[in-house]
Antibody
Framework: QVQLVESGGGLVKPGGSLRLSCAASGFTFSDYSMSWIRQAPGKGLEWVSYISSSGSTIYYADSVKGRFTISRDNAKNSLYLQMDSLRAEDTAVYYC????????WGQGTLVTVSS | EIVMTQSPATLSVSPGERATLSCRASQSVSSNLAWYQQKPGQAPRLLIYGASTRATGIPARFSGSGSGTEFTLTISSLQSEDFAVYYCQQYNNWPSLTFGGGTKVEIK
């Protein structure tokens, strides 16, 4: 069965960095585009970034452009999100999702940006 | 950026009743519209894609309709497990894949 397992969340100070990972299993990872979606506490869903199956096409939300970097390693069935220059407003649960639309979601990893 | 507007924000419904949720796009998204269900403490789950196609394993009481800018999610007879927050999302216009603000379906 399809599984997406995020890791790497935690507490970080404003201006700091964090790298999220998503381990995929149960499907041919290299066949699917992937995205990161986030949800601030008590708020709605916000798409963050997209990467095509080969990694050749990448998009970012304006709110994270220039600060976040999405990448993937198809040999390791893994998706990543490098988050730099973190701000308080980046505090959220970050979900790894498959495809477009997003047909499978991980359980999420909480990122808290606070001093 | 396409803005997705959902209404109402909260819908109070009795079990067994019909629920109708609306989603409006600020410009046409063709039929590239999905609906998701999210229960407290859980990740969202895909219900409908292509505006009207149920995702794998989704019960027939969930149906979607619409195209262009106006969309509807209908739950024909609400079960206890259907009380949740529902989000629409357009995936027609890149690069921003926008979500609506959500409709909370609560027990009346």
């Amino acid at each position: 069965q399809v599984q997406l397992v995020e890791s790497g969340g935690g507490l970080v100070k404003p201006g700091g960095s964090l790298r999220l990972s998503c381990a995929a299993s149960g499907f041919t990872f290299s066949d699917y585009s992937m995205s990161w979606i986030r949800q601030a506490p008590g708020k709605g869903l916000e798409w963050v970034s997209y990467i095509s199956s080969s990694g050749s096409t990448i998009y970012y939300a304006d709110s994270v452009k220039g600060r976040f970097t999405i990448s993937r390693d198809n040999a390791k069935n893994s998706l990543y999100l490098q988050m730099d220059s973190l701000r308080a407003e980046d505090t959220a649960v970050y979900y790894c999702t498959r495809g477009r639309p997003f047909d499978y979601w991980g359980q999420g990893t909480l990122v808290t940006v606070s001093s | 950026e396409i803005v997705m507007t959902q209404s109402p924000a909260t819908l109070s419904v009795s079990p067994g009743e019909r629920a109708t949720l609306s989603c409006r796009a600020s410009q046409s998204v063709s039929s590239n519209l999905a609906w998701y269900q999210q229960k407290p403490g859980q990740a969202p789950r895909l219900l409908i894609y292509g505006a009207s196609t149920r995702a794998t394993g989704i019960p027939a009481r969930f149906s979607g309709s619409g195209s262009g800018t106006e969309f509807t999610l209908t739950i024909s007879s609400l079960q206890s497990e259907d009380f949740a927050v529902y989000y629409c999302q357009q995936y027609n216009n890149w690069p921003s894949l926008t979500f609506g603000g959500g409709t909370k379906v609560e027990i009346k």
